[in-house]
């Protein structure tokens, strides 16, 4: 049995029962899937040629700036305007190109700090809008990031949100302990060290206010994660942690699973492939990449430059012929391509690491 005999769309965007089909689906059988931020159409495209050639299943998720880039840069983000067009916009393309590759696609938002929260209530809106005329959210899931927040003003305000997206059966992801480093305008690389260690009992009260709303949620808990990536020693992981949040929440509830929770692993760039085997061991089903795609995805377009700078300094001349034109060498679909090609195979090892390669 593959992922696609679970799942009632085996193609495009997947919601509801489909999304907590697949995370069942990965974590009883030991993969998680790369969360891939995208910011453009071109993006979008190298995650999903990437999951198609590695028979696999994807998640694709903007972030609050993500979102607005989509929508422009010349476009006014007050009152989170841009990046609710932008997330809408991003969706809609997103929606309509990926059952052209064939795979499940989890279509998703990152990181709503409180501050963002406005971004958050417009795309709810965009949603049930969605939802009165398809049956489903434009969104497969959210996520609502108040880790900077008191654990109980934390888990009160997730819990008020999971309530509006559950008649959608629209999945939530909530953070609870800090992910370091600095992502979205959101700082974190001077907190104290202990906030990047969530607590088994922290858990377990986030998994007992939400599973009483709804079954689709999941918990982002900090393990010593970090945005970015960072020279080595710098970032100490601790995977083990949520071997003992899996553990804590069992006995308190008496499942028979030994996993009762789905777990999220952020700060993903830069980490080993023994820290994230570590962390799927544990019940880890989605993993976030941004830093690292960001720059497979330079070294294309760079590279192109550099190798092709006598060719696209003018229009016409180049070391073949003053006379010969350049318009083949400096067309954007060219070297545009060549950033895609480099971030699809920065995508397909990840597929690999994460043991999502040919789920399908």
């Not at 679970?6 to 489909?18: E, M, Q, S, W």
């Not at 990046?83 to 990152?110: C, E, F, K, M, N």
């Not at 795309?123 to 990031?145: C, N, Q, R, V």
């Amino acid at each position: 049995m593959g992922v696609q005999d679970v799942l009632t769309r085996k193609a495009g965007v997947i919601t509801g029962d489909d999304v907590l089909a697949l995370f069942k689906y990965a974590r009883e059988n030991k993969f998680a899937i790369p969360a891939i931020n995208v910011t453009s159409s071109s993006t979008v495209v190298a995650a999903l040629e990437a999951a198609r050639d590695k028979k696999s299943p994807i998640i694709i998720q903007t972030s609050q700036g993500g979102a607005a880039y989509f929508a422009g840069k010349g476009i006014s983000n007050t009152n989170q305007y841009a990046s609710i067009q932008g997330g809408i916009a991003a969706a809609h393309y997103i929606r309509s190109i990926a059952p052209a590759y064939g795979v499940p696609v989890v279509l998703h938002t990152d990181h709503c700090a409180h501050k963002l929260l406005p971004w958050l209530d417009g795309m709810l809106d965009a949603d049930e809008a969605y939802f009165k005329e398809h049956g489903e959210p434009l969104w497969s899931s959210h996520m609502i990031d108040l880790s900077e927040e008191p654990k109980d003003e934390n888990i009160a305000l997730t819990a008020k949100y999971l309530k509006r997206a559950a008649p959608m059966k629209q999945w939530l992801e909530m953070e609870i302990g800090i992910t370091g480093g600095e992502e979205d305008g959101v700082n974190n690389e001077d907190v104290d060290n202990a906030s990047l260690y969530t607590q088994p009992e922290d858990i377990y009260d986030v998994y007992a206010a939400l599973s009483a709303i709804s079954p689709y949620f999941s918990i982002a808990a900090a393990f010593g994660n970090v945005h970015g990536v960072y020279k080595p020693g710098n970032v100490k992981l601790h995977p083990e942690l949520l071997g003992k949040h899996q553990a804590y929440t069992k006995e308190k509830i008496g499942a028979s699973e030994d996993k009762p929770l789905f777990l999220v692993f952020h700060g993903g760039s830069g980490s080993t492939k023994e820290e994230f085997t570590a962390g799927i061991s544990h019940g880890v089903i989605k993993v976030n990449l941004d830093t690292d795609l960001q720059w497979a995805y330079l070294i294309g377009i760079r590279d192109y430059v550099l190798t092709k700078q006598e060719y696209i300094k003018t229009q016409v001349g180049n070391p073949d012929g003053d006379d010969k034109p350049n318009k083949k060498y400096f067309d954007p679909r060219v070297w545009v391509r060549e950033g895609e090609k480099t971030m699809s195979a920065r995508v397909k090892e990840a597929l690999d690491y994460f043991n999502t390669a040919n789920q399908l």
